[in-house]
């Protein structure tokens, strides 16, 4: 049975035969599919990699198998490929959405100049250059 938001096994079909083949060195891979469900599940729910459910395998698995294709570009390819599919099909519909929303800080907040400065320093007068005599009689 396949959980919602899972891959489908039509879904698994396509993408199946483009990721990268276990090479025999070392332990065997887990399952691609559960730890591709367990990756879409930490997307979809912008938890925490720890706290990805056990039933897709250890946490460590998914996060490991993410970065390593995102490094390798698999998940590059993986896109690719299924947009150019897609796109000879004619199922590919782009959508283009434009946000006008203009959000303005005040003044002080962007690290305007303060007034009377040139430099957005402090207003104070600098120090004399000359130094008090040490006689006060004298001056």
């Known amino acids: 049975m396949v959980r919602r ?23 065997p891979w887990r399952d691609h599919r559960a730890v591709i469900n367990g990756i879409l599940w930490r997307l979809r729910t912008g938890a925490p990699w720890r706290d990805v459910p056990e039933r897709y395998g250890p946490w460590q698995t998914c996060y490991e198998r993410f970065k390593r294709w995102e490094e390798d570009g698999t998940w590059t390819r993986l896109l ?3 947009q150019v599919k897609d796109d000879s099909l004619g199922a590919v519909e782009l959508v283009v959405s434009v946000d006008s929303t203009i959000a303005r800080a005040h003044q002080h907040a962007a690290g305007a100049r303060k007034r ?3 430099e957005g320093r402090s207003t104070r007068k600098p120090p004399k250059d000359d130094k008090p005599s040490a006689d006060p009689g004298a001056g």
């Open 5 to 27: 938001g899972e891959l489908t096994d039509k879904a698994w079909q396509r993408i199946e035969p483009l990721l990268p083949a276990k090479d025999g060195r070392g332990r």
């Open 116 to 118: 009377g400065t040139a």
């Open 80 to 82: 690719e490929e299924m």
